[in-house]
């Protein structure tokens, strides 16, 4: 009979984030936070089928440069020729982040100017408590607040793909 593992022989490394040189680890988030992930997820990737860009979860790593190495909760990748085996190599168009206590802050400070300064097209900033969504589009080299989105039923157009619609009741389950 083989040998079972023990947890320490098996596990993978914990999770961890690259902002300006200092590295971070990644605390699990709450439900509120996973189930808004895989309904922003779940749009994204319905709209983009049989497209050329995809959305990706933050098992893929975002390579911004060496001292920038992000694990955004939700990015759409169009360029595929800076895609490698341990992760992307520039700037998604699209980033969405999902806040919680622990990363607000770094979500709405460092990581903002770093996805700005490097060319993402538009930045979502989803909070699972208030169950809002603020909306920042790339506009002459800078991120512009497009609107900050709070109402059920609410419907808003993607700064980044002209088709794309997104409706806050498939991000949040207002129900709760």
């Given at each position: ?65 060496s001292d920038n190495v ?53 930045y979502l900033l989803i ?38 619609l997104f409706n806050l ?8």
């Open positions: 009979m083989s040998e079972i593992l023990s947890r320490d022989q098996y596990s993978d490394p914990p999770k961890q984030e690259k902002i300006n040189g200092v590295l971070y680890n990644m605390a699990a988030g709450t439900a509120k936070h996973a189930e808004a992930v895989s309904n922003i997820f779940a749009v994204l990737a319905r709209f983009f089928t049989g497209k050329r860009c995809k959305p990706f979860s933050s098992e893929l790593e975002v390579h911004l440069d992000f694990r955004p909760d939700v990015s759409v990748v169009c360029d595929f020729s800076i895609m490698k085996d341990n992760g992307y190599y520039g700037a998604p168009s699209l980033v969405a982040e999902i806040l919680s206590p622990s990363t607000a802050r770094r979500d709405r400070a460092e990581k903002y100017d770093l996805y700005e300064r490097n060319g993402v097209k538009e909070n699972p408590e208030y169950l809002s969504v603020e909306q920042y589009a790339l506009i002459d080299g800078e991120f512009k607040l497009q609107a900050i989105y709070f109402r059920p039923g609410t419907e808003f157009k993607s700064y980044a793909f002209d088709d794309l009741d498939e991000i949040f389950d207002y129900r709760q």
